[in-house]
């Protein structure tokens, strides 16, 4: 079978540009045209959101589907992604997917509770295509997150099922946990409800079905794929994961490179490659007016763009941030997540207004001008499956600072005295998970900074890498030729 005999239905909560609230949402876009520029028959199926259903022209391809969950029936929408590229699917179903509020939470922040009812039928209905073929017959359905890990389960208690199933871990930290009387609601079987199956600690876990009943599993990284088989980082499911490390591949995110393009970005001041790097300059000149900090010709900005969370280190950073900003160093902020974190850093930004500038929420032209404007990019998370933002950083020539966790560490080569020698260094890593660590590694950054030789250097081999889907979509194929033939 070669890749144009190959059809994948790839099922996913969210996808840039209709809906995202993280990497989820840029992988479900980028992978899928990647893999569709290889030959592949991808086709992507998601919720309709409001979102969605105002972006897209849909046109209903199927009749009504009747759950005995939901008192009224589902309908199945049709269109193509914005770029005319991939086929989508768009599940309507105004009471479970119509509201205000983000895909999984409402405006106060507060989760849906009805969650594991709207993600249930996402699978559900995902999990139709792969065993009475509707509308399209995938050899493969692509499960992205807890979002679909009840696709695998469905599958694997259907008397014959066509298509077989990869479910990908973005991060292991969210499972989907609910009450046990989820498997009557989404009419799962009793004997699915065992520690052989989705049972977790009394409750169930849409993750752990995906893992447990998945034919492979994938994560988005090859450092995050050992990471999770781990006690520290599994989650309480390392055990699992180690039962099926035979069944367990990590394969590194891509980046959009069309999208995170400094030569072509329309977000930037001025536009700049690898052979005019001086131009990034006015990009910096540009963000300091933007965000109202002063000129500082010699001094570094540091850049951020998280979630405000514990996991992305931020509270690793937040007390040695005076020690920076006495150097002369300024930095921007971008992002939101804990509310005592926001407002942490927001106190330090109102104490010091002429080194830190502080936005709260996000702003998808400010993401852009910061990786262009700043020198330096801080990413000091306590995990990170894969990372996007350490990539789209060396693509602008702003040198990341990383902790050796995850895809950090399969991404960001430290500038060691040998790597500097050998010239392949391309940032700053540090090892343990504590602020002295963080701040010795930022202040090894800032004296390199002033040696301008060292540091295009840097900039040159960050930017010379390709960390486009290419590579990575060509894994996933093989992955499912394994799988389909």
């Not at 895909?103 to 295509?129: C, E, H, M, T």
């Not at 942490?344 to 702003?363: F, K, W």
């Not at 404007?373 to 990413?379: H, Q």
Request: charged share 20%; aromatic share 8%; with cysteine.
């Amino acid at each position: 079978m070669n890749s144009s005999n190959i059809r994948v239905l790839f099922v996913t909560s969210e996808v840039y540009p209709l809906v995202k609230t993280g990497g989820l949402a840029d992988v479900s876009y980028a992978l899928p045209n990647a893999l569709r520029q290889l030959g592949v028959d991808v086709r992507l199926l998601l919720p309709g959101y409001p979102a969605v259903l105002e972006q897209l022209s849909l046109i209903e391809v199927h009749e009504e589907i009747r759950l005995e969950s939901l008192q009224e029936p589902i309908r199945v929408l049709a269109g193509t992604m914005p770029g005319g590229i991939t086929p989508v699917y768009v599940i309507e179903c105004p009471s479970l997917y119509e509201r205000d509020g983000g895909p999984y939470q409402d405006n106060a922040g507060k989760d849906w509770p009805d969650n594991a009812l709207r993600f249930g039928i996402l699978s559900k209905v995902a999990a139709l295509f792969g065993n009475h073929s509707l509308l399209f017959k995938p050899h493969i359905i692509h499960c992205n997150d807890w979002q679909t890990g009840l696709v695998p389960a469905f599958l694997a208690f259907n008397s014959n099922p066509h298509a077989r199933t990869v479910m990908s871990v973005h991060n292991m930290a969210y499972q989907g946990i609910f009450n046990p009387e989820v498997k009557e609601l989404l009419d799962l079987p009793p004997e699915s409800f065992s520690m052989f199956g989705l049972e977790y600690h009394g409750q169930v876990s849409f993750l752990k079905a995906g893992l447990y009943y998945a034919d492979w599993i994938t994560t988005v990284s090859p450092s995050y794929a050992k990471d999770i088989q781990t006690p520290t980082y599994g989650s309480g499911l390392d055990g699992l994961l180690r039962e099926r490390q035979n069944q367990l591949t990590g394969i590194l995110n891509g980046i959009d490179t069309a999208a995170w393009d400094p030569e072509t970005d329309p977000y930037l001041s001025r536009n700049y490659h690898i052979k005019n790097l001086q131009v990034k300059v006015r990009n910096t000149q540009a963000l300091r007016t933007k965000l109202r900090l002063p000129p500082a010709k010699q001094a570094p900005l540091l850049g951020m763009i998280s979630r405000l969370t514990e996991q992305k280190g931020i509270d690793l950073l937040l007390p040695i941030i005076p020690t920076i900003i006495k150097t002369g160093a300024q930095l921007a902020v971008l992002g939101s997540g804990d509310g005592d974190l926001e407002k942490r850093l927001q106190q330090l930004a109102e104490q010091n207004p002429t080194h830190i500038s502080v936005t709260i929420g996000y702003d998808e032209e400010l993401a852009h001008q910061i990786e262009a404007g700043a020198n330096i990019f801080l990413m000091p998370s306590k995990f990170e499956p894969c990372g996007l933002n350490q990539m789209y950083s060396m693509c602008y020539g702003t040198i990341p600072i990383v902790r050796h966790t995850g895809g950090l560490a399969d991404t960001v080569v430290d500038a060691t005295y040998d790597n500097i020698q050998n010239k392949i260094a391309t940032g700053f890593v540090f090892e343990e998970e504590n602020s002295e660590e963080l701040l010795s590694c930022v202040q090894r950054a800032l004296r390199t900074f002033r040696d301008k030789t060292t540091w295009r250097m840097l900039q040159i081999n960050g930017m010379s890498r390709d960390f486009s889907w290419h590579h990575s979509a060509k894994q996933y194929v093989s992955r499912y030729h394994q799988l389909s033939d």
